[in-house]
T-cell receptor, first 113, second 115 residues
Framework: DAEITQSPRHKITETGRQVTLACHQT?????MFWYRQDLGHGLRLIHY???????NKGEVSDGYSVSRSNTEDLPLTLESAASSQTSVYFC????????????FGPGTRLTVL | AQTVTQSQPEMSVQEAETVTLSCTYD???????LFWYKQPPSRQMILVIR??????QNATENRFSVNFQKAAKSFSLKISDSQLGDAAMYFC????????????FGTGTRLTIIP
């Protein structure tokens, strides 16, 4: 069955380190998204992509970057991890524009010490 | 910018009873989608139900139904015959049909099922 996976599921890192969270989907969806989930804020959009070589900033993009070299993957990189980036991160995907449903990965819990 | 408000941080219901979760949103657009997602302790985000704004008929999915009031910008979720497996965080979300396809989420309602 097609799916969306994230790795690692849990990560502990230190302030200042570079961290990359992986997201892989097998639906061949063009659209991919990264959200972070924090208490009291719901999920907030970090970055998104509409296809290969396309990336866009969301509402909380500072300190994060993404790249899209193929359809299946959208890795999220924290250039220099900060304690404020301790959160649960979700990747999601959807078909081309006109489809209304995003499907979510299982999430990655990141702790920055 | 669109906003989504869930004013009930926590709700509880007796097993087999009916519960309604509230959601209001603010937008100047006329064409959009609304969603309810369920997040159980496993953290997985699971789509429960969706509503297209141009459809007047309320969406239903088995025991889950919505009351969509477009003029009032209200989108409540009704869960009938509540089951223990319904215990979760429930998030209301908005998606414009213009521009990017990002979801705007509310802050969630934690639903507890009392046996």
């Amino acid at each position: 069955d097609a799916e969306i996976t994230q790795s690692p599921r849990h990560k502990i890192t230190e302030t200042g380190r570079q961290v990359t969270l992986a997201c892989h989907q097998t639906w061949n969806h063009n659209n991919m998204f990264w959200y972070r989930q924090d208490l009291g804020h719901g999920l907030r959009l970090i970055h998104y992509s509409y296809g290969v070589q396309d990336t866009n900033k969301g509402e909380v993009s500072d300190g994060y970057s993404v790249s899209r070299s193929n359809t299946e993957d959208l890795p999220l990189t924290l250039e220099s991890a900060a304690s404020s980036q301790t959160s649960v991160y979700f990747c999601a995907s959807s078909e081309s524009a006109g489809t209304d449903t995003q499907y979510f990965g299982p999430g990655t819990r990141l702790t920055v010490l | 910018a669109q906003t989504v408000t869930q004013s009930q941080p926590e709700m509880s219901v007796q097993e087999a009873e009916t519960v309604t979760l509230s959601c209001t949103y603010d937008t100047s657009e006329s064409d959009y989608y609304l969603f309810w997602y369920k997040q159980p302790p496993s953290r997985q985000m699971i789509l429960v139900i969706r509503q297209e704004a141009y459809k007047q008929q309320n969406a239903t999915e088995n025991r889950f139904s919505v009351n969509f009031q477009k003029a009032a910008k209200s989108f409540s979720l009704k869960i009938s015959d509540s089951q223990l497996g319904d215990a979760a965080m429930y998030f209301c979300a908005y998606r414009s049909n213009f521009g990017n396809e990002k979801l705007t989420f509310g802050t969630g309602t934690r639903l507890t099922i009392i046996p």
